[in-house]
């Protein structure tokens, strides 16, 4: 299994945006940001560390302009914390290895699926397409694409 880390020559590689959101917990612009409404099949991985936090299969569209998940890939790549800011108290998700801020969880999500919505900022996130995962290094996740089509 790899090893993640935040990588500091992934920080110099940041656009003005990525570090905004990522290292200083701001929140991207709804249906302006990469992510939002893309319905390809593949893994979502930290932007910093490349730690695997989401995929596709896992994707629906809330209808808030956010990239929304109903679970992490990798549930100990994901830290919850009380995030009182803006006079709400929420929880923020953040990367483990990466410590970035990735964006926040909410009790609304898909009753079938969990009941939870990771409403994610893209700024945060690398999206590896499923046909990639193998050269990128991230063969272990290609069988939950196998099962998803059987489904």
């Given at each position: ?49 490349g730690e695997p936090l989401f ?97």
């Amino acid at each position: 299994m790899a090893t993640y880390k935040r990588d500091p020559d992934a920080l110099l590689r940041l656009s003005a945006e990525q570090f905004r959101v990522t290292q200083a917990d701001g929140t991207e612009r709804p249906f302006e940001n990469e992510y939002w409404e893309n319905k390809e099949p593949g893994l979502y991985v930290d932007v910093v560390s490349g730690e695997p936090l989401f995929t596709s299969i896992d994707k629906f569209d809330s209808g808030t302009g956010w990239p929304s998940f109903t679970k992490p890939v990798e549930v100990d790549n994901v830290v919850d914390h009380t995030d009182a800011s803006h006079g709400v108290r929420r929880t923020e998700v953040r990367s483990t290895y990466g410590d970035s801020h990735l964006g926040h969880v909410f009790p609304d999500g898909p009753r079938e699926a969990g009941g939870k919505r990771y409403c994610i900022n893209s700024a945060s996130l690398r999206f590896i397409h499923r046909d990639e995962l193998e050269s990128e290094g991230y063969s272990v996740y290609l069988p939950l694409f196998e099962l998803a089509t059987q489904e």
